[in-house]
Every structure is written in structure tokens, then in C-alpha cells.
């Protein structure tokens, strides 16, 4: 029996080596870098790997590492850009159409857009030397037809004079002059001013020195006399670098705010604006320094990092590049991944910036960088340094319904099959998903309802006999039909006041969200318990708080002695989610003095605020999320330091129709809305919803403990 030889890839490349008619992959490859047009220094590297390659065996493993390495080179966008524009007004109606509402964010994108569209527009100047006028005029000429300002200059030191009093962007110098000469004058501007490119006019028989002059630091070279189709290209290339270097110079946007506000597709519909590309990074769990800068070549199956590996995916390097969730970034003893990013972020640096593998500079100072994050307060200080933040906050249940009709619903139905059937949904429907089914500042479980909805929709339809029957109008009776059993309770609004139990407002990552402070009272020696997995800085709250009533006990009400038999327990319910922070100290007080003094505190009354040992109580963060998560647990009554008054009355009217937000400045200031019978605090405050107490003297004297339906045995 005869059995056909394999072919070893190393024979076969060999064989495609000695082949006369078909080139080697090694001619092909040299071919491919001849025509490249790399970078100086990429095409010193890569043809130095090649004739490492020349003399390699084929069969040797560093031949092909070698090989995928070259390869890699040259897929890479070095001096490819997409063509994009900086147009403000072609910016807003693409972020308008893309997104309902967000109305700051997009005031701060387009702001942040604006400066760079200024830059763009700004006419450049060009200071043109060269000692021959013909010359001189002849560039000055076409580059004036081009649009450019132009100047120029007989020699090195006539330029100098001219840069000290005019704004020069670029620089187009002959090699060879009197007095002073090109070089002289490249190595000056480079002192004095990097910023400028330099572009060098050489003569043919000079072109090693203008290889040298390269070495030294100029933009460009161009042979002598002057090709102006290639002095045109080569001005514009080079002015295009330097406005993009420029533009870069600014803060790096960071999108903050809890998951499904909008950051991601905002980024993409900055992209689409520009007319550039978009590439996500993301950044979730990412350990290992590695990944981003890749591994060393030494090492088997060595890669570049994501950063390189994205842009030779997108093929071009002005890319828009999302670093999703970077407040996600881990540290181990791989390396601190945040180091890379400080550097892939900072302008200074990054138009260097080296992956292992790739062992080269690539510049990055085209790519327009965004950040998200959920919580930047995790961030290094130094990364947070080079970034402007801008917030996205949670929606109201009125942004939400329209975002549902405008955006959601299409693209579900479409997805579901659904767009050429005649599927309404009412506001009813809508609003029933959003309060019932959903629980979130943002819109990722409200898509997904709405998804699920469709889906059963879509196998409804075929199902019918007919499989065209119409499925017509989707009311909140179909929503609670289809997605069953409610998922949500307006919990706040249902709850009965009781005994020890306060409810208050926090910031988390994931947006506002509501909890219930319980306390309990047991015979003991004055022991402060804590439970529900707290931070050092909740603890110590807790602790001023019982500090305060002990101190206060008299003016409270409350036996002088009771903490002498007693023990106090504070609870946070969900002990697995990890709590901190100062803002919950108003909260632990009114749950500790409704114990105390056996009155039951209202659930429907919602606080935020941190408390000092003399009952101030303090500013705190995330006003807009934690009224938006109150509003979503049916709260009536908001109460917020008077400290926040600015950011209160600068939240819209959406945000506080349907709750009665109160300012309160001290521990006095809670009781009387606290203690008080529903609907009554109605007629103390105003129409507008936000009403401030200025003094409250109430008498304290401990009441006796009306029956908790829910808990009889407690107080
Ligand atoms: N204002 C808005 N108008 C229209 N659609 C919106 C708006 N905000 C968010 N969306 C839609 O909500 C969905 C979730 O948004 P996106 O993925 O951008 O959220 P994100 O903030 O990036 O979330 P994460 O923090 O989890 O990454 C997307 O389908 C997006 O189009």
C-alpha cells in the first residue's frame, strides 16, 4: 500500500522558494513593506527582522515568529485615517436623534466637541525658508491657493526673527543656506519649540543628510526641486498630525453613572458624528498588565495587547476607543493594568506608546479616547486627574415611557419580526413594565421586559391558525398576562409606620436605591451591635448617632439611663451587599429614636443625610438618583440637608412631581414629618413640592406606644 507524503509547511515553503515562477513568501513579504510607506524607524525594524528571516530556516519555530511578526507590522493603520469632520451642528442632530432627553450630557459633549471644532477651523500659518526666491514664491503660491497663511524667509535666522512675533504651525525649511542652515534652524525649533513640525526641502545629492535631518527630529522630506502635488499632501498630512495632536491635548471625557443610562451608545454616537470609527475596550475584571500591552516576543504564543490588536482590527488610527467600565480594573501581581492606561491616556506619552510585542512606537494621539465607569470614586487619583467626567443620571419614569415608545419598542418589534404587524403598546403597558417589572435608574431590564414581551407576541402570531392574525393592541392586562406575577412592590408606599424602622436613601454604583434601617432594644449593658455588613464610616456614624440622643436624651424625651440596662442592635437588611458612607446617619437616628421613644417612624418618609455629634446634618452626594430611587418605592416625603438646597431646586420638575421634598438642617427638623399622620405635612409645605423647615419645637415627651399591627410586641 502507498501512502501519499505529507507535506511539512517548512518543505512547502521551501519548495515555494525554489519555484522560478511563483515568488517566495519572502519576496512577497519584502514587497509588501516596500510598499507600505512605514514610519523611519518601522521600516528599519522590519527589514532588519527580514534578513534575520533570510538566514532562518524555514523549519525553525523563530522563522515563523518572526514571519507573524512582520505580518502584524504591516497590517497595522500606521499613517491611515479615516476622513472625519468636526462639525457641531452635524454632532448635535446626531446625538438628538440617537438619544431621548440627556439634555446636560449632550450640552457637555457638544462643549467638549466645540473647542476642538474651533481648532479645526483655525486658518494655519506657514513659514516658508529658502534662499532661492523663485522658490520661495512658487510654495508660497500653491500654499496660498490651499488656504494657508503664509511667510517667508531667505535663511535659518530671518525665520527665528519672524516665529517671535508670529503664530507658525508648520515649518517648511531648504537644507543648504547661508548663515544659518536647515539643520541649525530644525534643532533650534526643537529647543524652543516642539511643537512646530519642520518640514526639510533637500536638493538629490543630499538625501543621506536628509535622512540625518529625519534622525534629528523633522516631519518630513521632501526632494528639491519640489513635486507641489506631494508639497501639498505632505503639508496637509503633517498639519492634519499636529491638529490632531493638538486636539488631543484636552482631558480624556469619562462617562459616569449606574448600567443602561446611555453611556455606550452615546460613545458610538459621538463616533457616528465624527464620521469615525468605534472600537470598545472593556476593561471589566482585566488583572494582567498584558493584556493591554501585550506579552514579550520571547515568549510562545506572545501576542500584542488589546490596544493594538483593536486598532489593526479597525484598520485606521483616528479611531473613537471606549474603555468601557474602567472603573472594573483589577491589580495583581501581573501588573497594575491602570499604570497602561495612565500612559495610553496621557498626551504626552502616548504618541509613544510601546507594546511588548510589537517592540515599537505607535502613535496614538489621533484616537479619541472615552472612559466609562459606573463609580469613578474607585479610580486611582492619578487616572481620575487626567479625565473630565460627565455624569449620567438616572431616568424618570416619564423618560423612560418615552424612551420605551421612541427607541425600545421599534427595535424590539423589528428584532421579534414584529415591525410589519400592527403591535401597539399603550402608555398603560408601558408604565406597567417600568413600575411593576422593573426596579432600575437605567433601561437594560425595561428592554429586556419589553423584549420578552415581543418574543411571546411573535409566538402568538404564529401560532393563530392563520399565522397572519393581527395581534393588535398590548394594554397593562396583556403585560401582567404575559410576564406574570408582579416583580416589584412600591414598598415605601405599602409599608406601615413601625416602631424602630426608618427608611432611607443611598448611592450605589447601580444608581439610587432604598433601605430600611430596624433597630431593636434588648436588656443588656449598653452595647452597641451593628450588623448587615457595614464600612468603618457607617459604623462610626451609628456610633455618633447614639452619642447625640444619650447627649440629647432629656430634650428627646428618653429616659436619661437607658442605655445603662439596654442593648441597641442596628441593622441594615441585605448583609451580603457591602454599605458604607457617611449618609446614612440621619437615617440609623430617626430609626433609633422612634425606638427609644416607642413612637412608629412613617416608611413612606424617606431621608439622606449625614449627622455630627451636635445633630447638624451634613451634605451628601447623588440628591438626583436617591429621589428617583424614593419616587420608585412609592416615597411620599424626601427628606434632604439644607446644605443640598442648590442641587434640589436645580432638579427638574419631573424629577420631584409626585413627592414632597423637605430641607432639613438639624436632628430637631426630622421629627415633626417623621412622627406626623400621612397627608399631613401636605398643607405645611408648598405647591412646587419643595418646602424647608426653619425652626421646629415639638414636645418629646415620650408617647404611649400605639399597637403595631405588624409587630405587636415590639416597643
Ligand atoms: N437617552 C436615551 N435615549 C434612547 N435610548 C437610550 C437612552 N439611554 C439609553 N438608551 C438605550 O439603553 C440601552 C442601554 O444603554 P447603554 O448600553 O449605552 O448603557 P450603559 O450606560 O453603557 O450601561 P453599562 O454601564 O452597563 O455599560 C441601549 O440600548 C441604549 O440605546
Known amino acids: 500500500m502507498f501512502f501519499k507524503k505529507r507535506i511539512e509547511p517548512a518543505e512547502e515553503t521551501s519548495r515555494h522558494q525554489t519555484a522560478p515562477s511563483s515568488p517566495s513568501p519572502l519576496d512577497l513579504l519584502r514587497g509588501r513593506i516596500r510598499e507600505a510607506h512605514l514610519p523611519h524607524l518601522v521600516m528599519e525594524a522590519v527589514t532588519g527582522e527580514l534578513e534575520k528571516l533570510e538566514k532562518t530556516e524555514p523549519a525553525v519555530a523563530e522563522y515563523s515568529v518572526g514571519f507573524n511578526y512582520i505580518e502584524l507590522v504591516l497590517s497595522l493603520p500606521w499613517n491611515v485615517s479615516s ?54 514664491a512658487n510654495m508660497e503660491h500653491v500654499l496660498k491657493k490651499e488656504g494657508y497663511a503664509c511667510h517667508c524667509a531667505s535663511h535659518g535666522a530671518e525665520a527665528l526673527e519672524i516665529m517671535a512675533r508670529e503664530d507658525i504651525d508648520l515649518i517648511i525649511t531648504d537644507l543648504k543656506m547661508e548663515r544659518m542652515d536647515g539643520i541649525e534652524l530644525l534643532q533650534h525649533v526643537n529647543r524652543t519649540s516642539p511643537e512646530i513640525p519642520v518640514i526639510m526641502v533637500t536638493g538629490f545629492a543630499t538625501v543621506s543628510s536628509a535622512v540625518d535631518a529625519l534622525k534629528k527630529g523633522a516631519a518630513h522630506y521632501l526632494g528639491k526641486p519640489v513635486n507641489l502635488d506631494e508639497l501639498r499632501k505632505t503639508v496637509k498630512e503633517v498639519l492634519e498630525k499636529k491638529l490632531f495632536v493638538q486636539m488631543g491635548k484636552g482631558p480624556i471625557l469619562c462617562f459616569t453613572g449606574p448600567p443602561g443610562t446611555g453611556k455606550t451608545s452615546v460613545g458610538k454616537a459621538i463616533a457616528e ?4 470609527q468605534f472600537i470598545r475596550i472593556s476593561l471589566a475584571g482585566l488583572r494582567d498588565e498584558a493584556e493591554l500591552r501585550g506579552h514579550r516576543r520571547t515568549y510562545v504564543g506572545a501576542l500584542p495587547g488589546r490596544v493594538i490588536t483593536e486598532l489593526k482590527r479597525a484598520g485606521v488610527n483616528n479611531p473613537v476607543l471606549m474603555l468601557d467600565e474602567i472603573d472594573k480594573i483589577g491589580q495583581d501581581f501581573r501588573g497594575d493594568p491602570a499604570s497602561v492606561l495612565l500612559e495610553v491616556l496621557d498626551p ?82 408601558l408604565s406597567r413594565v417600568i413600575n411593576d417589572y422593573t426596579r432600575e435608574s437605567g433601561l437594560r431590564n425595561l428592554e429586556r421586559q419589553i423584549s420578552d414581551i415581543c418574543r411571546k407576541i411573535a409566538m402568538m402570531c404564529l401560532k393563530s391558525t392563520s399565522g397572519q392574525e393581527e395581534p393588535g393592541q398590548v394594554d397593562a392586562a396583556t403585560v401582567s398576562r404575559l410576564l406574570g406575577p408582579r416583580k416589584f412592590y412600591r414598598e415605601a408606599a405599602e409599608a406601615v409606620p413601625q416602631v424602630g424602622v426608618a427608611t432611607g436613601m443611598v448611592w450605589a454604583e447601580t444608581g439610587g436605591e432604598i433601605i430600611s434601617v430596624e433597630t431593636a432594644r434588648m436588656p443588656g449593658s449598653g452595647t452597641l451591635l451593628l450588623t448587615g455588613s457595614l464600612g468603618e464610616v457607617l459604623r462610626e456614624s451609628a456610633q455618633t448617632v447614639l452619642s447625640f440622643l444619650r447627649s440629647k436624651s432629656e430634650a428627646f424625651g428618653i429616659a436619661a439611663d437607658f442605655y445603662q440596662h439596654s442593648d441597641l442592635h442596628v ?121 424647608m423647615f426653619q425652626t421646629v419645637s415639638l414636645d418629646l415627651a415620650p408617647q404611649r406606644n400605639p399597637v403595631d399591627p405588624e409587630n405587636p410586641d415590639r416597643g
Open 571 to 691: 441593622h441594615f437588611p441585605s448583609g451580603a451587599i457591602p454599605k458604607d458612607g457617611p449618609s446614612a446617619g440621619v437615617t440609623i437616628f430617626a430609626a433609633l429614636l422612634s425606638l427609644l421613644t416607642g413612637r412608629p417612624a412613617r416608611r413612606d418618609v424617606a431621608m439622606t443625610g449625614e449627622m455630627t455629634l451636635t445633630g447638624r446634618i451634613l451634605p451628601v452626594n447623588g440628591i438626583r438618583e436617591k429621589v428617583l430611587a424614593a419616587k420608585r418605592a412609592g416615597v411620599r416625603v424626601v427628606l434632604l440637608p439644607l446644605a443640598n438646597r442648590e442641587e434640589v431646586e436645580a432638579l427638574e420638575g419631573d424629577v420631584v412631581a409626585g413627592v414632597r421634598v423637605l430641607l432639613v438642617a438639624n436632628a430637631a427638623e426630622l421629627l415633626e414629618p417623621l412622627f406626623a399622620p400621612p397627608g399631613s405635612e401636605e398643607e405645611k409645605t408648598p405647591a412646587s413640592g419643595v418646602g
Open 348 to 429: 504626552e506619552q502616548n504618541t509613544h506608546f510601546t507594546d511588548h510585542y510589537l517592540e515599537l512606537p505607535f502613535d496614538l494621539s489621533r484616537v479619541m479616547f472615552i472612559a466609562t465607569a459606573n463609580d469613578v470614586s474607585t479610580l486611582p487619583r492619578p487616572l481620575l486627574d487626567r479625565m473630565e467626567c460627565i455624569e449620567f443620571s438616572g431616568y424618570t419614569e416619564k423618560e423612560k415611557l418615552h424612551i420605551a415608545q421612541q427607541f425600545i419598542l421599534p427595535r424590539q418589534l423589528k428584532l421579534a419580526g414584529l415591525s410589519k404587524f400592527s403591535v401597539a403598546f399603550t402608555s398603560e403597558a
Open 273 to 276: 458624528a465624527l464620521q469615525r
Open 83 to 136: 476622513q472625519c469632520t468636526f462639525d457641531l451642528e452635524r454632532a448635535q442632530r446626531v446625538l438628538d436623534t440617537r438619544h431621548y432627553g440627556l439634555a446636560q450630557v449632550k450640552q457637555r459633549i457638544l462643549e467638549f466637541l466645540a473647542a476642538k471644532t474651533l481648532c479645526s477651523k483655525a486658518r494655519q500659518s506657514i513659514l516658508i525658508v529658502d534662499d532661492e526666491e523663485i522658490a520661495r
